[in-house]
């Protein structure tokens, strides 16, 4: 038995719906290469581009009287705590904490 499904959305018989998988297919083909790119940089994220979730722990890089430094920060209410007076230009999420203890 052969079964066939109707795209309303597109007027298209499926499985898949051509169209519909074609779009699929192509927010995931962005997505992947933006995160090709920022692996390429090597992970980190500028400020002019994202912000962290609020709340988020991140690792930044900041600038304090023309020196460049990094460390770990949680992002809260669109600063970084312990550095509202820093120039943070980049975060990176932080890896994942070990499965094994």
């Not at 083909?29 to 962290?52: V, Y």
């Not at 920060?73 to 904490?97: C, D, K, Q």
């Amino acid at each position: 038995m052969n079964v066939q499904w109707y795209c309303k959305k597109h007027g298209v018989h499926y499985p898949p719906c051509y169209v519909c998988e074609t779009e699929r297919l192509r927010r995931e083909n962005e997505h992947l290469r933006a995160e090709i790119d920022r692996l390429k940089r090597g992970g980190w994220i500028s400020l002019k581009d994202q912000n962290p979730q609020n709340g988020q722990n991140v690792w930044i890089c900041y600038e304090i009287d023309g020196r460049r430094d990094t460390a770990e920060s949680r992002y809260v209410n669109g600063g970084f705590i312990g550095f509202w007076g820093a120039n943070v230009t980049h975060w990176m999420p932080l890896p994942e904490p070990p499965k094994e203890g």
